[in-house]
Nanobody, 114 residues
């Protein structure tokens, strides 16, 4: 399975971005899909996850602003990010977890700055 993220970029505070993570291979066997982020000098942290049953989980820092979703027909998971803040600046990574293996994408940069 390969995961490829897209949709990152530069946005002003208060703006929106939608990240996409396209999977090749057995997407439906990736029971949990998630978005993580890593800011310079900080550890990688969980942003949001979604199961095949569409149960979601969010970090407290993004609740009410970010929405994770998945389209199994398109083998894609999305992260809609609204009301972006400078502290959301990071490299965002997609992760897919199967029964025995986890897969990571290469990351996409999100920069929130005026």
């Amino acid at each position: 399975v390969q995961l490829v993220e897209s949709g990152g970029g530069l946005v002003q505070p208060g703006g929106s971005l939608r990240l996409s993570c396209a999977a090749s291979g057995s997407f439906v066997r990736l029971y949990v899909m998630g978005w993580y982020r890593q800011a310079p000098g900080k550890q990688r942290e969980l942003v949001a996850t979604i199961t095949t049953g569409t149960s979601t989980n969010y970090a407290d820092s993004v609740k009410g602003r970010f929405t994770i979703s998945r389209d199994n027909a398109k083998n894609t998971v999305y992260l809609q990010m609204n009301s972006l803040k400078p502290e959301d600046t990071a490299v965002y990574y997609c992760k897919g977890t199967g029964s025995t293996t986890a897969y990571w994408g290469q990351g996409t940069q999100v920069t929130v700055s005026s």
